[in-house]
């Protein structure tokens, strides 16, 4: 899940198809790139552990990806149901633009190690293009654009996807973008209408329908530790109707595994 641009809801899209994973029972692993660590907070993890991603990203040992993955607080006692990869400010020291390949192939050779127990993985980036999402980027298959239906929209969304076509090219072949999340879109603002227009016109079929609505139940149940699935109310179940359709293009274009 990747955006140059901060403040488009990229953390919220990324809970959203943790949650639709969660209640269709698809072992996930959530890895929290970035170092505000919202990710592991919004999955009721508390931030400050003694592992984290930044320990993995030092060294993608087997025993430092065991003591950092933990189950998320919405799975309880459901192994494997939904694991995080914990965020954490010490991982802003590989945020370095000089990052060397084999440095950024670190959380790929990590995840090789633990496939085999999950049947996703969604990596939340920073809103950057720095070492952290270079090296997000090289370890998946498929990267969703999230951006906001806003002036820079266009621009930002651009960037990120040639990032993406040029980290394929060097060091990550199997890396293809899966769509462009718009987030955050209210339906009656000529404004928004016209930017996911514009988007339209620009990317085409990339931009994924439905977009996101703009709605304050996202953040509510982000807020204490919930999933959107299971927050109560018409607009939460039209909004988990939203990230199902999201994460069923993920599953039909994704190498994912089907379930034994």
Same mark, same amino acid.
Request: glycine share 8%.
């Given at each position: ?30 890895? &929290? ?14 931030? #400050? ?16 990806? &065991? ?18 990869? $914990?965020?954490?400010? %010490?991982?802003?020291?590989? &945020? ?22 999950? *049947? ?20 998946? @298959? ?16 651009? %960037?990120? +996807? ?6 394929? *090219?060097?060091?990550?072949? !199997? ?7 718009? !987030? ?20 085409? $079929?990339?931009? +994924? !329908?439905? @977009? ?6 996202? @953040? *509510? ?19 988990? #109707?939203?990230?199902?359709?999201? +994460? &069923? ?12």
């Amino acid at each position: 899940m990747s955006s140059l641009k901060g403040g488009v809801g990229k953390t919220s899209v990324t809970s959203g198809l943790a949650s639709a994973a969660f209640a269709r029972g698809i072992p996930t692993l959530v890895v &929290d790139m970035d170092p505000q660590a919202d990710a592991t907070t919004g999955l009721d993890i508390e931030a #400050g552990r003694d592992h984290d991603v930044s320990d993995v990203l030092a060294s993608p040992r087997q025993k430092f990806l &065991d003591a950092a993955i933990i189950p998320s607080g919405w799975s309880a006692d459901k192994p494997h149901a939904l694991d995080v990869l $914990p965020g954490s400010p %010490r991982s802003a020291e590989f &945020d370095r633009p000089t990052l060397s390949d084999r440095g950024l192939r670190r959380l790929d050779e990590a995840l090789k190690k633990v496939e085999h127990l999950y *049947q996703l993985v969604l990596i939340d980036c920073p809103p950057s293009l720095g070492g952290l999402t270079r090296t997000a980027l090289t370890a998946s @298959q498929r990267v969703a654009v999230v951006t906001e239906p806003g002036l820079f929209s266009v621009a930002a969304t651009d %960037r990120a +996807l040639r990032a993406a076509d040029e980290l394929r *090219q060097r060091v990550a072949p !199997n890396l293809q973008p899966l769509g462009i999340v718009v !987030n955050r879109v209210r339906p009656r603002s000529t404004e928004h209408q016209y930017r996911v227009k514009e988007l339209k016109d620009m990317f085409g $079929p990339l931009v +994924l !329908n439905p @977009q996101v609505p703009e709605r304050s139940v996202l @953040q *509510q149940a982000q807020g204490s530790g919930r999933p959107i699935h299971q927050w109560p109310g018409k607009t939460s179940a039209d909004l988990s #109707g939203i990230f199902d359709s999201m +994460l &069923d293009r993920a599953l039909r274009t994704g190498r994912l595994r089907g379930r034994r």
